[in-house]
């Protein structure tokens, strides 16, 4: 009996149910291959946007730059490494942390509409950095130590104010969240409202994400961090999955929720803080890309963090490309491109497959 | 094997208001334990905080003679598992799944189940006949599917004790005797411990060792279904003039509104 019931359980059957019904539980093995498959497309996506632009460079030249026989002088050269490369990089880490931030929150706080920036760290760091643009500070130093610095703060206040008695209840969380959202996002006004010269044009492009910025000191500062992100994330993998079943039975599953949520919080809030600092307000990738992810792979968090992950960054890469393309030599800022494209195709996947998000 | 799990002068309140207060209570391994009250009698209370879902500020709940502190939460769900009362599952798991997410406690951080816990898994849904939805996802199951998948999921913790949340409170007449039959086969197979809560004073009365009736928080009486189940108690307790009898069929008290 138990043989026969396991022979209808093989790994076709569960493909062609899609991913919500399979029988069968992940292995360790596809979750390496699925991986690979994207980090491939990662890198392939990150080539071509380099060789993409207002200036196309060839995959010859590339290739020779990338080998090391090009020289600081050749235009080429300064294309790739000073304008094109860091950008590349940049773009794909925000989108790798702002869509694992994602994927995290909406599992943590079971509400589908969580993104990375719903506690208020978007609206934090914004102040932090249109207070830098308004102050006139570089971009080098000033803009991203003031927009981690507010960061930091609204992720404090939020926890503060959040966790209260009541020991840090989602909805106590969110509702924190959105009011300090609400404060800071009027103060924001207030600066652009008294804004006069080119400065509301650099305020705006921020608040919108901006990349044009990027230079490689910034990857080297966010990489590390987003992968020790990434790796604390995952350890809480399996506790994520059985938080979305509900808090309480998560607890008497054995999962410690109190510390994981808090973990979760905290880390995902620090590197969204960072990244932000660097790229401005990207919005759409942390929402789409988790809900993309899980309606292809399935709501196991063992493949869909790190899925979401990779898959935020080639979305971002992709989306860069274009802001930087589509006007040239002008550009537009990245978050309308995300938004731009995002949500059509969200609108379609939505309705062709449906949500997974159990209806209640 | 002697005591499993022992409440101590147990007292937990909300705010203010004590919804449990003097609670003492000793199970032994292999028994089944109603506990019965109205509505507000502190009956939830009492299994979250016989799992340290909440703290009691009074009394001590222990484990096998330690206090249930001395537990981190993982080995606790390896003694103690919950079939709560409903369970809305935010993802489309499948029945499967779910009855895996029973394992979290014996795998390590990054294992992924392997044969063994996919054994256990099947093995828990046939005990509780359910194995035939294991590629359903959770959320198109009916209530009675449900809870068996629920009670499958605590089977996979392979604990010693099961705590019941209502779990017949949605299920019509046959599923409800379906599930007492369940426990009641659970226990006699494997010594598992039960403890349940629950409205239906009759399939209690037919089922368990012993009922502990609540009453505002506190204990009103306790012993077997007979001894409990008489016109008198369940008058005070819940407020509602009833004759009880014997049942022809099982001998059982049987509690008839008059």
Redesign the interface.
Known sequence: MRTGRRETMTPQDSRQNGPGMRGRPLSAARVIKVCLALTGLLILTAVLSTMIGTATVTWDQLWNLLLGNGTATDPAWLVIFRIRLPRVILAGLAGFSLSLGGVVFQALLRNPLADPFILGVSSGSAFGAVLGIMLGLSFDFGVPVLAFGGALLTMYLVLVLGKKRVGMESSTIILAGVIINAFFTAVIMFFIATAVDDRLHTMLFWLYGDLSQSRFAESAITAPAVIAAFLVLYCFSKHLNLMTAGEEAALHLGVDVGRAKLVCFLVVSLVIGLVVAFSGLIGFVGLVIPHLCRMIFGSDHRLLLPVSALGGGIFLIAADTLARTVISPSELPVGVITAFLGAPFFIYLLRKRGSRWAGS | MGRLLTLNKVGYRYASQWALRDISLEMAAGELVGILGPNGSGKTTLLKVA?R?LEPHEGVVSLKGQPLQAY???S???E???V?QE????????S???V???R??H?G??Q??GEHD?AVA?EAM?ATHC??L????I?QLSGGEKQRVLLA?ALA?EPELILLDEPTSFLDLRFKKEIFELLSSLKKKRGLSLMIVSHDIDLSARYCDRIMLLDRGRVFSEGTPGEVLTARNVEAVYGCPVSVDKNPATGSPRVSIV
Do not use: K
């Open positions: 799992d879902i981190s939460r993982v606790l769900a390896r103690i598992a919950m709560p369970n809305h599952f935010q993802f489309a798991f499948s499967l799944e779910v895996l997410m029973g979290f406690s795998m951080l990054f992924f189940e996919m099947f046939e194995g035939d294991a590629e359903r996802p959320d999921r913790q």
